[in-house]
């Protein structure tokens, strides 16, 4: 039998194509290159470098909105995105959530819901990484339950106003445009903000100690005046914001096994270096047991991603499949980080390792985009047909 590769037990990887593995390898060689060396640091620093800089980098590639058509959009297959935010997870989740928020959250939502105005001017710079947007729906009283949201959004004359507070909001201190969804008197709508626009302003929120390497703001819009043209033309309720969160997530179900992969395969080296008692402590069958059901976990995460992909890209997958995605391989990839940093006794707290910094990045993954809780109770629904959030 030819060798087998202990991250890779059941030969995955025969499943993708070979422009796939084009598309994984080249993201994996840019986080290798230009986000591997510095990651821990922006992480202890709480700061990305040159964060406009690594958003060209990440645009040059075809990364940002990889898997939308058209408007200077590199036009991918779901699978292909998938295995892209697997890559840049492994990295970091902050970096993959750059990524997720520009391309699934902003650019999406323009994509999707925008006039022909508003796509062609924005997509192609945000496809180019030369504008950050970001998505602006938790507010600071309204998270799971984005229906009951407070801003709102008032007609004088031509204009809108738009008035309110969101928070917990990725890439807003930094962002060119915010999507941002407010109340009406026709229901949620959908507007392009500028974020020069007078009465917008974005305040960074600090002492994270999740997602470090990410900027997290609030939203402040005092009587911010909008033209009629900023407005998404359909009044869609939550069907807007829920459509751009199904496509965020699916990224989120390979992007967590990209956490997970990182921390494994430091557990496997790591316990084949360390000695304790005269040997290896990858030969002790505790630390054994931890390897194969972290491993285990890995590989059916994986599949699990790669099953959503393939449907995604036959266009049958449906929101509830997603749910079940995110929630089972975050919550996964989440055991995967902790059991590893067992393995790495004392030396896994410590940023010399990737272990700990994915395993607190992970906390807000399993909250953000729907938490763990609201996900298992839209798999429930999906298998009793009864709605249990109410
Ligand atoms: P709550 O909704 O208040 O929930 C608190 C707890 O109650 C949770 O455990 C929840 O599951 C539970 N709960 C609530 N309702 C129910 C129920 N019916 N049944 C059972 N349990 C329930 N938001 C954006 O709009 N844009 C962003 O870019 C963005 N980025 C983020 C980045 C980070 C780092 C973080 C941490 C969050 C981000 N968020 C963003 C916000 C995120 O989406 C919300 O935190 C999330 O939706 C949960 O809302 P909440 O924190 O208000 O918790």
Redesign the pocket.
Known sequence: LPPIDPMDLVGIDEQFSAEEKAVRDSVRRLCHDRIDPYVADWFEQGRINDIRGLAKELGTLGVLGMHLEGYGCAGMSATEYGLACLELEATDSGIR?LVS?QGS?AMFAIWRWGTEEQKNEWLPSMAAGEAIG?????EPD?????GAMRTRARRDGDDWIVDGR???????TVADVAVVWAQTDEGIRGFVVPTGTPGFSAPEIKH?L??RA?V?SELVLDDVRLPASAAFPEAGGLKGPLSCLTEARYGIVWGAMGAARSSLSAALSYASERRQFGKSIAGFQLTQQKLADMNLEYIKGVLLALHLGRRKDAGTLRPDQVSLGKLNNVREALAICRTSRTILGANGISLEYPVIRHMNNLE?VL????????HT?VVGQAMTGQA???
């Open positions: 959530s928020v959250l970001c998505f602006g729906l938790t309204i998270g799971s339950d984005p969101k928070t917990w909001i990725t890439n807003g994270k999740s997602l990410s997290t807000s909250t953000y985009e729907g938490t763990v809780e609201m109770l249990a959030y109410r």
